[in-house]
């Protein structure tokens, strides 16, 4: 009993320390592996695999829209990136730099890619001539390097995971509808699979993208209050065209600039689901993006035909859904901890007397709660359960986000939220960033998104300045 303990003990409480639950979970739950190189981790297989259902649900999304998907260079000459002057300030900090090539210095040095706008705008500029070349909606999958002072697994590492989508249109209009199609298929995509809901907005002046006319964004609700930036989606209308010379003949045979756009979204999606979802036992993962959605463990296997009957389950299971037996030698309890720590969503329970009477339990990971249930309807009865564990994952976390949504009116409430009430602070704004600056230095609380659901007036003024108030906004702590 004391081993079977173990696994769960290992984990610190939520409520004792959210950042150290966070981490033993992601190492716990065998997601990653910390790297001999700083700030990089090692995704291990059940990491890996939650990234490739991600991956493959959001290809396809994609793809149903026209996107096709290319690959580029990871490196980028220092000559290119300095074409468009504020993509390059915001991004030098972060830079990761060769300078040589074997033993040799490089005549120019070569940036690892922290993104890919310029490549993609080199690459344009050579095969965009007409009207009839547009649009060019590509994407791609790749890894990228930014190097971050601090570092944490899936949420903020120095190389990571993601699809950018880099697109180029004959119009403003066109560009904008492919912008706000892109950021409605985050939500959506994170709102039908990952069960977790999100605030679709506007990023404010100071925080859009480096090079953007305006950058459109999803933000979460971490279980702790914290935002997370969980997809954005940019409009560079003809920011990078002009200076990099993407041009296009019109039907009247005018030349033209193209306006372009970009949108991703990357592994620090496995972190918002861990700490949307996660409790004190491990993940709890929505049955969509599950590695494993349903996990058999048979109980006093070693008796003749427990074995048998689990594995014949399993394999019943497994033609309609991702199914998994556990033979191995552990004790039933150690598995169950093990199948709770990873998340699964709906584990089988199959003993000898369990056989006799023709039965087996259903166990929810995120309830707990046990379900007998025939041998002869558990395709059935497990399809359904997975549907509705994560319908009710879904609500349960929008039941959370929208009560730590609090109205703040004036500066003092602003204050007396940001210090004691974690969660996201709606209050109007005047559009100065000074006041924008100001609650960042004094509270830390930056500005999420101007939500386009949500313009509510709650007050006819800034609460920091006094003056009329022009946008609703999303304010929190994030990550």
């Known amino acids: 009993m004391a081993q079977e303990k173990k696994l769960v003990e290992a984990i610190t409480s939520m409520s004792e320390d959210f950042a150290q639950w966070y981490t033993d979970v992601v190492v716990k739950a065998d997601l990653i592996a910390y790297s001999s190189v700083k700030g990089c981790m090692i995704i291990k297989p059940d990491g890996y695999a939650i990234w490739e259902n991600i991956q493959h649900e959001l290809d396809r999304r994609f793809k149903a829209t026209g996107v096709q998907n290319v690959y580029m260079p990871m490196f980028i000459p220092e000559s290119l990136l300095q074409v468009e002057k504020d993509h390059v300030e915001g991004f030098a900090p972060e830079v990761a730099w060769v300078t040589h090539g074997g033993l040799n210095p490089l005549q120019e040095r070569l940036c690892v890619r922290p993104t890919s706008e310029t490549l993609f705008c080199d690459f344009y500029k050579d095969i965009i001539h007409s009207h009839r070349d547009l649009p060019k909606v590509y994407n791609q999958w790749c890894s990228v390097v930014r190097w971050e002072k601090e570092t944490r697994p899936f949420l903020r590492s120095r190389e990571f995971l993601w699809q950018e989508g880099h697109t180029a249109h004959a119009t403003a209009e066109e560009s904008e509808e492919r912008t706000i199609q892109m950021l409605n298929l985050y939500a959506d995509f994170c709102e039908e699979v990952l069960a977790m809901p999100v605030v679709r907005g506007q990023k ?252 509510e007036h709650i007050s006819d003024v800034c609460p920091v300045c006094g003056k009329p108030a022009k946008k609703l906004v999303y304010w929190g702590k994030a990550y």
């Open 204 to 455: 404010t002046e100071k925080e859009k993208f480096a090079g953007a006319e305006a950058t459109y964004t999803i933000e979460a609700l971490m279980h702790d209050g914290k935002a997370l930036q969980s997809g954005t989606s940019h409009n560079f209308g003809q920011n990078f065209s002009k200076p990099f010379g993407i041009q296009y003949t019109d039907k009247n045979n005018q030349l033209q600039y193209v306006h372009q756009t970009s949108w991703g979204m990357t592994t620090r999606l496995i972190g918002a689901i861990i700490m949307v979802h996660g409790d004190d036992s491990g993940l709890v993962l929505p049955p969509r993006i599950a590695p494993t959605q349903v996990i058999v463990i048979p109980i006093q296997q070693k008796k003749e035909g427990v074995l048998e009957k689990a594995s014949e389950v399993c394999e019943r299971l497994g033609k309609t859904m991702r199914a998994k037996l556990d033979d191995s030698d552990k004790s039933p309890g150690w598995k169950f901890s093990e199948a709770e720590m990873r998340g699964i969503p709906v584990r089988v329970e199959l003993g000898p007397k369990d056989i006799e009477a023709g039965k087996c339990v259903l166990v929810r990971r995120d309830t707990r709660e046990k379900i007998e249930c025939s041998l002869d309807e558990v395709e059935t009865r497990v399809a359904e359960l997975l549907e509705t564990i994560q319908k009710e994952m879904f609500e349960r976390a929008k039941a959370h986000r929208d009560s730590h949504i609090f109205d703040a009116h004036s500066y003092a409430e602003f204050t007396e939220i940001a210090n004691n009430k974690p969660g996201f602070i709606r209050a109007m704004w005047c559009g100065d960033e000074a006041c924008e600056n100001k609650i960042k230095e004094d509270l830390a609380v930056t500005s999420r998104c101007m939500p386009f659901n949500d313009q």
